[in-house]
C-alpha cells in the first residue's frame, strides 16, 4: 500500500513531447511507473518512448480502456495552457491530476478545482515536482532521474508530505540515510491554491496501513497546516506527526519565491502553526538537521507499545 | 500579488462599468491644477500610496480652488510613505455622500472559490464594524462557472441591515465588481467606502486591489511593469533581473536587494559580513537563509533560480549578483537534494565566476542529481582563479556550509587573478554565428582548422553540433537552435576552452547590466594616490 501512486497505476503524461515532458517521462517510466499513454495536441500517431502518444486525452482514453484506461495525468504544460488541458483530463475521467509546471493563473486553478470536485477528481500542484512511491512509482520529477530516484529514497513506514519541492526530496534523502525507509513522499506544489493541500496528504496517509509515521515540512503562509492540526484535534488523524515549519529567516510581507509564502493578518505565521500543531500533539522540529533522528526516536516508541 | 493604487483599481471597476468618482491621476502640481479647474467645484487631492488611513495621515486634501490643488499636489507628491517616495496624486470631484458601504471580492484559498463580502456599514476598518455590527455583513462563496447572480446578489444584501429601497441598486453594483474581478482576474478588490452620493448614485469612492502575478502577462491593461510586491521602490539591479526573468521561460528567476548601501568594508552597522546569496527553490532558499544566519552574515540580496533553469539563467543572476559592490562573500545553497542535473548550474558559475573575475570566496552548496559532477565542475574549472571557490553536496548541510564560507571569509585576503572568461577572447577571424533562445553562440572556424578530437561535438548533450567539411556546424536548421534545440548549456564553450582552442563565444547579454556596472564604478570614490 502506499497513497497516491503505486506500480500498478496506469498514468498519462500530457506534453510529453516536450522538453520537460520527454525527461521526466524517461525517469518516471526507468523508475517502474507505469505509463500508458502520453497527448500532445497535434503530435498524435507517434511513439515517444515506447508510449503511443494521442491528440487528446479522449483518444487517450479510449485507446487505454480495454487495458484498464488511466488513472493518472502527470501535465508538463506551459503555464498558460494548464487550464485546458486540465480540464481536458478531468472530463475525459482522469480521477487525480499531477499539475506540475508554476505560474497558473489563480482564477484558472480555481476553474480546474472547481470542475475537479464536480467530476469527483482530485490534483497534486500546481507548481508541484510530484510525488513517489518508493520502489514502485514516481510522478512528475522527484528524484529527477531514475537512478538518483532509487539512489536517494528507501521504501520504509515513513510518509513524507512538503510544501516545498526541493525539500521534500531532502527530507526523503535524509531519513533514507538514516535508515528510515519511506513509503510515499509527497510535494504537495507551493502555491496558495493548491488541489491536494496537507491535511488531505496526512488523511490519505492515515489510511494508509503502510504509513506509520507523518513527516511533515510546512512553511509561512496559507492555513494548511493549522488543518492538520484541527484533523488532529478531531482524532481523524491519529498517526504520529512530527512537523518542521521553515522561514525563520523570513520577514513579515516579504515573499520568497512561493505565492503561498505570505504573511497575511495574524494567520498563517509560524508561530501561530507551531502552536497548533504542537497542540494537537505533533513533534515538532526546531533544527533541520534534527528530522531524522526524532523520526527514528518516534518509530521506536511505537515500536515498544 | 501585485498592488495596484487606488486609481489603477478604479479604472477596472470602470471598465467592468462600475462608477467611479470623476478625476485623473497626475504626477505634477501643474497637471493637477490643471485637472482641477476642468472638473471645476470642491476637489480632493489624493495621494497615490500603499497605506491605509489616508485621511487621518494628512495624505487627503481637500481644495476649493485650482491653485490650491496644485499646492496640495506639491505637498504630497515627493512625500515618503511606507518607504515608497508619492509620484502620483489622483485628483478628483468631491462626492455628496448621503452614507458609506463596504464591498469586496477576495480569493478564499481554502475554499479555492471567490468570495464576495458586503457591508451596509463602511467607511472605517470592516474587521471593526464585524465586530461592532455583525448584522450588517455577509459573504457568499461564488460559484466560478456561473459568476455573481443578480438573485444571489439581492439576497445576499437583504440579510444585512440595508434599506430595502436600495436592494436593486446594491445587488447591480455587486454584480458589476464581481465582474471587474473577474475581467482582471484580481486576487482582491476591496471598495471601501462605497458611497451612496446625495443624488442616489453608488460611487466608488476608494479602491484597494491586488492583481495575480501569474496572470498579468494576459493582463497588458493593467500597465504592471513588474508584477511583483517588494517593501521598497524596485531598484536598478531589480528592474534588470526581473527583464532577465520575464524573456527566459525556463526556470524560474527572482531577485530582489536587501541591502543596497553595503560598506566598503563589507561589514553592516550590525557589524555583520555582508554578502552574495543565490537560493534554488523556496523552501531550499530559506533554509539555506537560516542557516546563513548562524554564522553572522547578512544578506545583500535574495535570489532564486529554480524549476531547472539553464546555465545561462544561473549565469545571468551570478553576475547580477556579483553586480552588487562590496559584498564580502558568494553562498549559493538550495534544498540540498535537488532534482535538477546540477552540472547546468555548476557549468553557469564557472562563465560567470571568470568573466567578472571573482574578488571574494564562494561556497556553492549544489545537492541533488549529478552533483559529483557538478562539484567536479567546479573545482576543475575555478581552481586558478585567486579566490577560494567550494563545491559541496546534499550530504553537506546548509549551516556547515555557512560555516565553510565564514572560515574563507576570514583566511582571506586573497589575490584574485581578475578577469579570465572562458569564452574566446579575440575578434573571430571566420565567424559562424547561430542564435540561441535569449543570446548567440559564434565560432571561430579559423581556430578550428588544427583541432582534430572536436571536444565540443561530443559536449553537446542535445546533440546538435556535427563535423561538415572539417567544421563544427549546426545538424538542426538555425531556427530550432533559436527556438530553444541549443539548451544554452555551456558544455560546448567549456569543452572548446579546456580542451581545444578556445574558439567558441556564447554571448548571453543582461540588459542594463553593462550601463550599471559602469555607473556603480564611476560614482564610486575614487582612490587618491
Ligand atoms: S572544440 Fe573548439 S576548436 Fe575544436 S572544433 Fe570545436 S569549436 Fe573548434
Ligand atoms: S550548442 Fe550544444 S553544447 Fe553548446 S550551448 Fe548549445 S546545447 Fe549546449
Redesign the pocket.
Known sequence: MSILVNENSRVCVQGITGREGLTRTRLMTEYGTSVVAGVTPGKGGQEVLDVPVYDTMFEAMDATKNDGGIDISVLFIPAPLVKSAALEAIEAGVKLLVIVPDRVPIWDVMEIADAAKSHEAAFLGPNTLGAVTVDQAVLGMMGGTAASAKDFFKPGKVGVTSRSGGITSSIAYYLSRAGIGLTTICHVGGDSIIGLPHPEIVKRFEDDPETEVIVLFGEIGTSQEEGVAELMVKKEVTKPIVAYIGGKGAKEGTRFSHAGTIIEGGKGTRDGKIRALKGAGAYIVEDFDDIPKVTSEVLASLESN | MARLFEYQGKEILSRAGFAIPEGKACTTPEEAESVASELGGEVVVKAQAWTTGRKAKGLLKFCKTPEAAKEAASELLGQVVTNFPVEIVLVESKLEIDRELFAAVIIDATAQQPMIVFSSLGGTGVEDIAKSHPEAISRKHIDIKVGLRDFEARELVRVTTLDRKFYNKAAAALVKLYKAARLSEARSIEINPLVITKDGKWVAADCHATVDDYSVFRHPELGIEIARELDHPITMLERIAYNVEKSDYRGTFYFFQMDQDIPENGKNTNGEDVIGFHGAGGGGSMMSMDGVGKHNFALANFCDTSGNPPASKVYRAAKIILAQPNIRGYFASGSGVASQEQFHSARGFVKAFREVGLQVPAVIRLGGNREEIAIEILRTYLADIGVPVEGYGKDDSAVFCADRLRKLVEEGPYNPKGPDPISNPDEPEDPYTFKTLTGSLT???A??SD?E?????DSCHPNI?E?KDG??VLNISDEEAAKGRCTECLA?EI??WT??????KIDLPIDGLPEYLKEIKDSAPQEVS
Open positions: 565560432i571561430d572556424h581556430k578550428c583541432c578530437s572536436k571536444p565540443c561535438v553540433l563535423v567544421n563544427v560546448c569543452a572548446c580542451a581545444a582552442n578556445q574558439a567558441i
